[in-house]
């Protein structure tokens, strides 16, 4: 393997570990949330993700690391 493929694993194994331990941090920072659906609470609080969108982004991190380990194989 060159440091390419080396890269790639580690990263899908940082993204893939990342999405599985926290998904709700990550939905929170990403853009497919959109702004205007999180600001819907009081100020200072936020309004609940969906638990659909949490488990497919578990379903997203486990991809990421299916895709990381077929790579370094």
């Given at each position: ?10 990263l899908g194994v940082l993204v ?54 077929y790579i370094a194989v």
């Amino acid at each position: 393997m060159d440091l390419r493929q080396w890269l790639a694993v580690g990263l899908g194994v940082l993204v893939g570990l990342g999405l599985v331990a926290a998904p709700r941090v990550a939905l929170r920072l990403s853009v497919v949330t959109g702004p205007r659906r999180r600001r819907q609470g009081e100020y200072g609080s936020d309004a609940t993700l969906p638990t659909t969108w949490v488990w497919a982004t578990r379903a997203v991190g486990v991809a990421c690391l299916a895709a990381a380990a077929y790579i370094a194989v």
